[in-house]
């Protein structure tokens, strides 16, 4: 067993597009001048005949992809999570959603969240999963380390269905061996604890490994879930952790409105009602450093390990 | 391998054919009480034509993967396209009487395989040009040698998409592959398109790398010669803007903005078919 890989999760993109390729999946993926930042580029490289870059055209490339889809290959699409969902979600919904029940096309977006850093908030995609989670057939997943971003790209190239796969554009901490196993839909306990549970998806899963070691300095058991599938969600994990825990916290780079949190409220309200506080960005931002962004959205330990003390005094 | 071709159909017999689907036409929209007409009716030739001398397709086989495919990218003309697809044989011609009727196939907009020989889902205007690239490059990696037509309407050349498409068909070398058709009918949802927004689409395909084939688009040996020159061999991407008149062959809806969207009454539908019989 190796160490975890510390890597962007959009460095995992292509791996993941090359270990489909060996595993006899009829792959092409398609670019929109972003490539060198998407690292679909390294793809191209190893297998030009399956590789396209359509220019700064996002629309036309979904279409495209649909069009690959159609005729039976299994299309990925790459570019940014400001631009792909953000500038072709039409094209997505009338292209990609509803022929067929949904073409099997796979979107790969990255630079998601507010650690794009730098560029400002026009780059930072806030808003995306909430959008792709409207769209019935797709699966939506954010992963959390570069193993588990390269088993998610593999797994969706397996599927029949339309895909998103929101990858990140800074180096964060290994968290899976390549012993680990991605299953779609299916929430990985990280560490157990019985008082509240912490439930996180992409970077900020790293956030709440640190925000449970905090907590468990004041003898606070917080259990930690990554929530790598968004849609469909696991629902027992919820379900098990309300029961067990009484309390929720979700952490995104996202608004709350329309992500991970509200996905997971919703099962808490249909099934087993608990407190629950909702961590992610509900403003737009500004340009910075990813870790400085990371303080200034405090989107930090120190504030999930605030929001866990808030929802546990809430119990009742 | 399946027939790809008939025999090729008599410009007399092909414009038979344009009269029933004319007159399909009509009695879809009306009994639905809604619909679009006129730029069903302004597409009757280039669908006919295309259809039954130029489309390589096995209505029996709808799947066929060598098949040539058509994209309605002008996703509203269902009523021309669920009457061609009809006609030509992929399913009965009954289907056409529950047209936008619940739990039909036949949506308003199309619906990709809800009915055999519906190749991709519209409604949203711009989109069809992409989805036959994509289509098309499929083809080629598979090395199969199929057509993409896509049917476009001059209203539609507003959106955006289709001139980043347009620039793509020539840079991906698709000159054989993919074939591009605008109905040029000159009006749009809210009125004349030289009001709402002046295109020209002739000099814009040109500007991006197409050659032009321009011809009367109710002309029916004309536009069966626009298609056979459109797939000679070239590299260079072909496009007919077939100058058309919305809402041909009736006459209060020709080249009437009223009749983009509408459904004739009962008596305008006797009126309608009378003179579609009559070949105005």
Known sequence: MSEPVSAATR?????????????????????????VSTMGYQFGDKHPSRWQTVGVAEQ????IAAGFAAAGKTPFIASFASFLPGRCFDQLRTSVAQPKGGLSVKVVASHGGVTVGEDGMSAQAIEDVALMTTLIPFDVIVP?????????????????KPSYVRTGRPKVAGIYTTDYRFEIGKADMLRPGTDVTLIACGVLVGVALKAAELLANESVSARVLNMATIKPIDREAVIAAARETGAIVTAEEHQTHGGLGTAVARVLVETTPAPIEF??????GTSGKWDQLLDYFELTPARLAQAARDAIARKR | ?????SAAVSVDELKDIAKRVRADIVRMVHAAQSGHPGGSLSAVELGVALFWNHLRCDTANPAWPARDRFVLSKGHATPFYYSVLAERGFFSTELLSGFRQLGTPLQG???MNAAPGIEMSGGSLGQGLSFAIGQALAGRLDSLDYRCFVLMGDGELNEGQCWEAAMAVPHFGLGDRVIAMVDRNGIQNDGFADTIMKTHPAEM?????????????????AVDAALTEAKRPADQPRCIVAHTVKGKGVSFMENNPGFHGKAPTADQLVQALAEIEAGL
């Not at chain 1, 460095?11 to 489909?20: I, K, T």
């Not at chain 1, 961590?279 to 737009?284: A, C, M, S």
Request: net charge negative; with cysteine; hydrophobic share 45%.
């Open chain 2, 205 to 221: 395909f040109r500007g991006f790398g197409w050659k032009v084939i321009e011809c009367d688009g109710h002309d029916m040996a």
């Open chain 2, 1 to 5: 391998m399946s027939t790809a071709l």
């Open chain 1, 144 to 160: 959390a380390d570069y193993e588990q971003a390269k088993q998610a790209v593999v797994a969706v190239g397996k599927t029949q």
């Open chain 1, 60 to 63: 036309n490339m979904v279409g």
């Open chain 1, 11 to 35: 460095e995992a993109y292509p791996a993941g597009l090359l270990q489909l390729v060996e595993d006899g999946v009829d792959v092409v993926a398609i670019d929109a001048d972003l490539s």
């Open chain 2, 109 to 111: 907009h199309p619906s």
């Open chain 1, 279 to 284: 961590v992610g960005v509900d403003r737009y």
